[in-house]
């Protein structure tokens, strides 16, 4: 089925656009938002997503599924988290990876977002709202929001973000229509997944800990590995201590 595309000079945020659409049935197709600012860009959790007007991709996707059980929803950030690191890495020819749950980073540097906000029928996903983040263009960053970068940042060439985004979306559907590419979306996600296998110290639900993490299960569950002792973590759980120092929340 062939990609809607909806192009907004402003908006409050393309998730709550899309929300707006679906809620008065104004969008039944695969569909594309791109926005070139938001006035109340969001992410994840209570988090906020800053962008200068016209510089970066500002998008959300609306896709409806089938067949897949609500309990295994996490398979949709791994198809989207995947295809923005493959993409980036064909770009920028750098390692990238995903950091959980829903941050692309090149070295420990973030250069993009998600933020997927799922819809449930019964006992199954029937779409999703995939919000995407992603600095294009972008030389110069707030003192609050931490560790940024972009694409120009990394290698100084200037890219259109509208093109970027029809093409990231395109990719997305070409392997949300095949389900035999579902696993292989997960298996590439753990593959890249940021700090795995590094022994690293964690603030667990307000205990401090030394931990590795391992992987995340099919519930978007992150799993920590202390000593002999596995722990399966929510989204604000655990926060990552890097110097010891209370920095950077996963």
């Given at each position: 089925m062939d990609l809607k595309v909806i192009h907004l000079?402003?908006?409050?945020?393309?998730?709550n656009y899309a929300a707006r659409l679906l809620s008065e049935n104004q969008i039944m197709d695969p569909t594309l938002i791109v926005a070139?600012?938001?006035?109340?860009?969001?992410?994840?959790?209570?988090?906020?997503?800053?962008s200068s007007p016209g510089q970066n991709l500002l998008?959300?996707?609306?896709?409806?599924?089938?067949?897949?059980?609500?309990?295994?929803?996490?398979?949709i950030n791994c198809m989207v988290s995947s295809v923005?690191?493959?993409?980036?890495?064909?770009?920028?020819k750098m390692e990238i990876k995903i950091k959980w749950p829903n941050d692309i980073y090149v070295y420990h540097l973030k250069i993009?977002?998600?933020?997927?906000?799922?819809?449930?029928?019964g006992n199954e996903l029937s779409s999703s709202i995939i919000g995407i983040g992603l600095n294009v263009n972008q030389e110069d960053f707030p003192d609050?929001?931490?560790?940024?970068?972009?694409?120009?940042?990394?290698?100084?060439?200037?890219?259109?973000?509208f093109e970027i985004g029809v093409s990231i979306a395109n990719h997305i559907i070409?392997?949300?229509?095949?389900?035999?590419?579902?696993?292989q979306a997960r298996e590439k996600y753990l593959l890249r997944l940021y700090q795995k296998g590094v022994k690293a110290n964690?603030?667990?639900?307000?205990?401090?800990?030394?931990?590795?993490?391992?992987?995340?299960?099919?519930?978007?569950?992150?799993?920590?590995?202390?000593?002999?002792?596995e722990h399966r973590c929510g989204y604000k759980e655990v926060v990552y201590l890097p110097n010891n120092k209370l920095e950077s929340e996963l």
């Open positions: 000079s402003s908006i409050d945020s393309t998730n070139d600012y938001q006035e109340q860009g969001r992410g994840y959790g209570s988090n906020h997503w800053f998008a959300s996707l609306y896709l409806i599924h089938s067949q897949i059980p609500a309990n295994e929803q996490f398979i923005m690191a493959e993409f980036l890495e064909n770009e920028l993009a977002g998600l933020l997927i906000e799922n819809y449930i029928t609050e929001v931490p560790n940024p970068t972009s694409m120009f940042l990394l290698d100084h060439q200037i890219r259109n973000p070409e392997i949300h229509s095949n389900r035999d590419r579902y696993d964690y603030l667990l639900k307000g205990k401090k800990i030394q931990g590795m993490i391992t992987g995340v299960d099919p519930f978007g569950q992150l799993i920590l590995q202390e000593g002999v002792q």
